[in-house]
């Protein structure tokens, strides 16, 4: 199981964008000395202080240069509102200054705040991002390139430059929130990550199935190659000393989000487009408990928040449900708790998926130094004359 870190530069009141984008390259330096697979952002534009990260390249820039083994990764570019030329430039140079660190993952756009003021309307997502990823490979992947589409018109030859370290391009990935969008990024080669899952363990389980039933002979990959990843996200993870503790810590976060996904924005789509959205219209059935953090966090996967036992056993509930890999967003809370939470995951939970057979079990898996629970069975083991 694979950990990655998402930050969006949620900033809380009192603070400003400014300490907030330097905290957040700490953010980064920190999960990559306690063990994560990757850290990773996403565009966002209008997002107020919820997600404050318009111009990633230049973020993933700073973090770059400050870092040297994790993974790097677009946690989503905006497709349908950028053009898919930027994109691939800002891309292979990105991945220059991260010695080839770099990935790419893209979506549709699940906000009108976005895509009404890019001018974008619902029924063309779909095909402009389709369209723009093949223009982006066909450019990273070959010496000269033209293009002819739909959604980005006619390009003439051009040859693109800076190109990238990773050669012909950096590993692809789709977010995916229905099982035929799961099953689809798999067909054209794609890893998958999904997003907003406050649907429920069923609704994981069904994707990451979707995505894991596909047989090799239906794929053919949009690059030069596949990637096979199944990825969970998380969108509010805390881990503390105790589970109150992870809760108390995440709680402002956890409904700020929730409020946002399960009252507006996905509801907004599916009344706007119901051809192109409708299954969202589900959300409206989570209504009645979007003011409940401790509900949210028991019946959602989307919530990940307790002590490191209780993280333990909910990423192993991911992993059984064919995730390889999982997106935590650490983020909306004050810097001295979003570290603490790092170090937590870092020192108790990513070394259990690491190396299994190389962590001490003298109790309860999990559990921090100072729990009664470990005391308690440390006299057990001496009561019975083990170790």
Known sequence: MRFVMLSECGTQPG??????????????????????????????????????????????????LNTSRIRLRHMSRLLPVVHPILVAEQLATVDIFSNGRMELATARGNTLLQLDAFGVSLDDTKGRSEEALDLIVNALSHDTFTH??????????????PKGVQEPHPPLYKICQSAESAADARRRGLGMITSDLYLGWEALEKYLRAYNDVAESAITPVGAYAVKSAASSVMTARCAKTNDEALALAENDLLKFARMIINDVYVQLAERSPEQYGGFVRFKELREHVEDPQWLRDNTPTILVGDPEYVIKQVQRHEKAGADEIV????????????????????????????????????PIGLLPGDPRQTASYEKAAKEGVG
Not at 39 to 45: D, V
Not at 148 to 161: A, V
Request: charged share 20%; with cysteine; aromatic share 12%.
């Open 328 to 363: 935590l967003r650490i983020d909306g809370g004050t810097h001295d708790e979003i570290m603490q939470t790092i170090e937590h995951l870092g020192r108790y939970v990513i070394p259990y998926f690491a190396n299994p057979t190389g962590v001490v079990r003298s109790g």
């Open 148 to 161: 002819e589409g739909k959604h980005w018109g006619s390009i003439p030859e051009r040859r693109l430059t």
């Open 15 to 64: 603070s400003t964008h400014h300490r907030r984008y330097f905290d957040m390259i700490e953010e980064a330096v920190f999960a990559e000395e306690m063990g994560f697979h990757g850290w990773g952002t996403s565009e966002h534009h209008f997002f107020n202080d919820i997600a404050v990260t318009p111009s990633v390249e230049c973020l993933f820039t700073a973090v770059a």
